[in-house]
Structure formats: structure tokens, C-alpha cells
């Protein structure tokens, strides 16, 4: 299972479009309500959460994901049990990914330590010992999965897909979106 956390401010293009791209890869991923079950971005667009915080499973986690937006992050570094859950993951040798501010809340468990990483740009210096690539969209390195902002949503969207399903799959969504 994929989880995917939202917290009250999140960055709706960084949900939404990886969001979208992953279930058009047949992956089975859940929007986690961190604040409740409906989550308004930092836009104000509403968003009905799958589940909340405390419903999720991290016995079959393959991946938990972390829009940006400071709102949303702010969110998610104020709620133990997400940031138990982001660290449980890495922990355990699952998918960490996150896009724009959501890299720093991975620095701050350490998990981004000696990396190769993105995130938005000016926001390098809460990135700890990340060897950040400002000029990237997407990183990926091992289990940790980065993206700069709102505007490489789809990069990271298909980075996600290639992690968990593969080129194939990736490329075929790819195509499907008609990305030009």
C-alpha cells in the first residue's frame, strides 16, 4: 500500500497530480488525512482524505509520500504519528518520498543524511548533509524519492510509478498523458 499524508496547507498540484498518474499505474495508494478526513490545501481546494492518521496500516507500507506546501508541512511536523509513520518507513526499507518543503521534514529525521536529494529551491539549507541537486526536478536515490516543486509534479508522479512498477510502466503512463 501506498499512503499518501495531507496536511491542513498541503500543495494540491504535488497531491493531486501524483496522486492521479499512480492509480493510472494500477498502484494502490490511500490519501491519509493528518488534520481529519477532509484537508484543505493551501489554495483552499477540499480534499476528501481515504483515511485518517490513525487508520493507516504500516504492516503492508510500500511507500508513504509527502506533498509540500508550508502549510502541509508544518502539519505533518506537528503530528507524532505522521513523522513516526515517515520515520517507520525509512526505517524498515520502505519508499520515502517528498516534494518541495516536504524534503526538509525528511531532513529533520535524517533521513535525506549523505543523500542525493531535492527539493525547492532556497529551502537547500534545511536539507542537512543532502548533496542537493537545485537544478533537478526529480532525485532519486535508493528507497528516497525527491521532487522540486508544484511545477515537476509529473516527473515526480512517474519517478514514483518507476520506483514501484518499473520503466515499463512509467513509459507507458508517460505516453498516456501525452507529456510533449
Given at each position: 500500500?501506498?499512503?499518501?499524508?495531507?496536511?491542513?496547507?498541503?500543495?494540491?498540484?504535488?497531491a493531486?497530480?501524483?496522486?492521479?498518474?499512480?492509480?493510472r499505474?494500477?498502484v494502490s495508494?490511500l490519501?491519509?488525512?493528518v488534520?481529519?478526513?477532509?484537508?484543505?490545501?493551501?489554495?483552499?481546494i477540499?480534499?476528501q482524505?481515504?483515511?485518517?492518521?490513525?487508520?493507516?496500516?504500516?504492516t503492508?507500507?510500500?511507500?508513504?509520500?509527502?506533498?509540500?506546501?508550508?502549510g502541509g508541512?508544518?502539519?505533518?511536523?506537528?503530528?507524532?504519528?505522521a513523522?513516526?509513520?515517515?520515520?517507520?518507513?525509512?526505517e524498515?526499507?520502505?519508499?520515502?518520498?517528498?516534494?518541495?518543503?516536504g524534503?526538509?521534514v525528511?531532513?529533520?529525521?535524517?533521513?535525506?543524511e549523505?543523500?542525493?536529494?531535492?527539493?525547492?529551491?532556497?529551502?537547500?539549507?534545511?536539507?542537512?548533509?543532502?548533496r542537493v541537486?537545485?537544478a533537478?526536478?526529480?532525485?532519486?536515490?535508493?528507497?528516497?524519492i525527491?521532487?522540486?516543486?508544484?511545477?515537476c509534479?509529473?516527473?515526480?508522479?512517474?519517478?514514483?510509478?518507476?520506483?514501484?512498477?518499473g520503466?515499463?510502466?512509467?513509459?507507458?503512463v508517460?505516453?498516456?498523458?501525452v507529456?510533449?
Amino acid at each position: 500500500m501506498v499512503y499518501m499524508l495531507l496536511g491542513t496547507g498541503f500543495e494540491e498540484t504535488e497531491a493531486i497530480a501524483p496522486l492521479d498518474l499512480l492509480r493510472r499505474a494500477g498502484v494502490s495508494v490511500l490519501t491519509v488525512g493528518v488534520n481529519g478526513t477532509t484537508v484543505f490545501g493551501g489554495h483552499n481546494i477540499g480534499i476528501q482524505a481515504d483515511i485518517t492518521l490513525e487508520e493507516m496500516d504500516l504492516t503492508d507500507l510500500e511507500m508513504i509520500i509527502l506533498p509540500g506546501g508550508l502549510g502541509g508541512v508544518a502539519s505533518v511536523r506537528a503530528s507524532k504519528p505522521a513523522m513516526e509513520a515517515l520515520r517507520f518507513a525509512w526505517e524498515n526499507g520502505k519508499f520515502v518520498a517528498a516534494i518541495c518543503a516536504g524534503p526538509t521534514v525528511l531532513a529533520d529525521l535524517g533521513i535525506t543524511e549523505n543523500k542525493n536529494a531535492t527539493c525547492y529551491p532556497g529551502f537547500e539549507s534545511g536539507m542537512g548533509s543532502a548533496r542537493v541537486d537545485a537544478a533537478a526536478a526529480c532525485v532519486r536515490d535508493g528507497k528516497l524519492i525527491t521532487g522540486a516543486s508544484a511545477g515537476c509534479a509529473i516527473p515526480f508522479g512517474l519517478e514514483l510509478i518507476r520506483a514501484l512498477k518499473g520503466d515499463e510502466i512509467a513509459n507507458t503512463v508517460r505516453q498516456q498523458i501525452v507529456i510533449r
